[in-house]
Structure formats: C-alpha cells, structure tokens
C-alpha cells in the first residue's frame, strides 16, 4: 500500500521560510517522479507545485514559485522535500506531496498545512 506522510507545515510570518518533509513507503521510491501540490483553505482547485524526476536530476516549477521554492529528494531515505522561502500569504494551503510527475498521480497524501500570516 502506498503511504505518503507529509509534515513541516505551521504558521510562518510572511518573507519566512518552511521545509516540508514527506516519507514515503508501500513502492519503490526512485523508480517514480514525484511532485508538490497544494489546496488553498476552503478552494476545491489543486495548484501544482512542483515536480522532480526520479533520480532528482530535474526538477519543474510553476512559474509563481520559481526562485522561491527548492524541490529535493532523499532516495536513501525515501523523503521528498520542499523547502519555502520568501513565503506569501497567498502560498497558504494544504500542501500535498503526490507519487507521479505533474497531472499524472497515482497517489497523494493527507497533507500539511502552511499558513503565511502576520
């Protein structure tokens, strides 16, 4: 069975930073691309975020979040990871880690919740 646990989210003050972690389990980890989605509070549209290849070679960005965010992945450790910089209130959502590269999921978590506020 696929599971994948996200964790790091919180409240942060706008320009801060948060890491998200996500473990993965129940597949073989670097055989598959994996991507970062996110679901602002009380919105049924789901934002993609980000996505990195398998062997972490290469890694995409929606536009809004280039410079700012940094996918990575640990393979040993089977962890995909999402560090957040420069955060704006309008990056408040349900962050979702997904098994598959962008549009093509087999799999999401339950999430984590980061909320930018003052």
């Known amino acids: 069975e696929v599971q994948l646990v996200e964790s790091g989210g919180g409240l942060v003050q706008p320009g801060g930073s948060l890491r998200l972690s996500c473990a993965a389990s129940g597949f073989t980890f670097d055989d598959y691309a994996m991507s970062w989605v996110r679901q602002p509070p009380g919105k049924g549209l789901v934002e993609w975020v980000s996505t990195i290849s398998s062997n972490g070679g290469t890694t995409y960005y929606a536009e809004s979040m280039k410079g700012r965010f940094t996918i990575s992945r640990d393979n040993a450790k089977n962890t995909l990871y999402l560090q957040m910089n420069s955060l704006k209130s309008e990056d408040t959502a349900v962050y979702y880690c997904?098994?598959?590269?962008?549009?093509?999921?087999?799999?999401r978590g339950k999430g984590t919740l980061v909320t930018v506020s003052s």
């Open positions: 997904a098994q598959g590269p962008k549009g093509n999921y087999n799999s």
